[in-house]
Structures are given as C-alpha cells and as structure tokens.
C-alpha cells in the first residue's frame, strides 16, 4: 500500500515551510535507512545517503506530481544517493590502491551456511535494489518497479533472476505469487 501524503502538507512543503517538508519525510525515513543498509551494508554510510537523499528531496520537491507517489519518489533518490556512495568508495579504493574490506556478518542470520550478506553485496547493484525493495522493505512489486524505473514484469522478472543467482536451488515461485 503506497503512502499518499496530504494535499495540504505537499503544498505547505512546496511553498518552502521545512516543517511541513519534515512531516512529509517522518515516515519515510526509515525505509529510506533501510534501504540504504540493505544496499550499502554499512550503517554510517547508510545514515550519509539518506541525510543526502532528504537534502535532494528538499531540491527536487517541485517534481512530485503525484502525492500517491511520495514513497516511491523518496525511495529512488535514496537509491540513487546509495548508487554514488558506493561509486565514490569505489574510485577512493581505486585512487588510494587499498584492499576491499571483507564484510563480517556477525549480527546476520546465516542461511545453510551461506552468508546472506556476502551474497547480497554479489549482485550488481540493479538486482540487490530489486532484492532489498521487495524482501527487507516488504514492498509491492507495484511499487518496486517505479523505484527501479520499470514495469512491473520486469522488476518480477530482475527479482527472480536475482533470487536465482542467491541461491540457486531456492524455489521462489511461491514468493513471487
């Protein structure tokens, strides 16, 4: 079910009143954290992107169209700031010739001995954001697509492949029912 965000609010919010900007984004916040971990597996970082993702929402606001679509909105630019997080991680592990971390995943459940986490942050970031929408935020396939900037077949499509390179002996049909 998507968040549809009062009228009055939206339009308080576009006429610059931050109060109301912030009452706009209260409930969004922690999606948008959660989201940002399941992307970026790093809490810090996490906390960076959604701090930027609310900073380019207060740019951008004159673009939502649509107050059904706050959610989706707020959630791609979130994705968006985890994309650059993990591009400029990139180029400084790059420029500094420094050794990729190993990621430790003391406070995730382990499934068969596989470490989810790992597996996770395998996938290309396309498919992780399809994974992370649809199974850590309990989002409708509805609402994926708009985030990831396809149709609905195709984010069903994206989530199976991408479930069938977590684990390929999963049999997912039932999750995607």
């Known amino acids: 079910m998507q968040q549809v965000a009062d009228p009055k609010l ?15 984004l209260r409930p969004l916040v922690d999606l948008g954290y959660r989201l940002a971990c399941g992307m ?3 809490a810090h970082a996490a906390e960076d992107a959604v701090q930027d993702a609310s900073l380019t929402a ?4 004159d673009r939502v169209r649509d107050e059904g ?6 959630l791609s630019i979130v994705a968006n700031e985890c994309r650059n997080a993990r591009r400029q991680k990139w180029v400084a592990s790059v420029n500094l010739g420094l050794p990729e971390l190993s990621i430790h995943s003391s ?3 382990v499934l068969r001995g596989v470490d989810l986490r790992h597996a996770l942050a395998q996938l290309n970031e ?16 509805e609402e994926v697509a ?5 149709s609905v077949g195709a ?3 994206r989530l199976y492949r991408s479930i069938r390179r977590l684990r390929p002996d999963l049999e997912i049909q039932e999750a995607l029912q």
Do not use: N
């Not at 939206?10 to 706009?24: C, D, H, P």
């Not at 396309?126 to 396939?141: G, K, S």
């Not at 708009?146 to 396809?150: H, L, N, Y």
């Open 107 to 109: 406070d995730e459940r």
């Open 126 to 141: 396309h498919d992780r954001l399809v994974v992370v929408l649809y199974f850590y935020l309990d989002l409708p396939l």
């Open 10 to 24: 939206l339009s308080s919010a576009l006429a610059g009143s931050e109060k109301a900007f912030s009452e706009l």
């Open 40 to 42: 970026l597996h790093d």
């Open 155 to 157: 984010a069903k499509a």
């Open 69 to 74: 679509k706050i959610r989706p909105w707020f």
């Open 146 to 150: 708009p985030i990831v900037g396809t």
């Open 58 to 61: 207060w740019r951008k606001l």
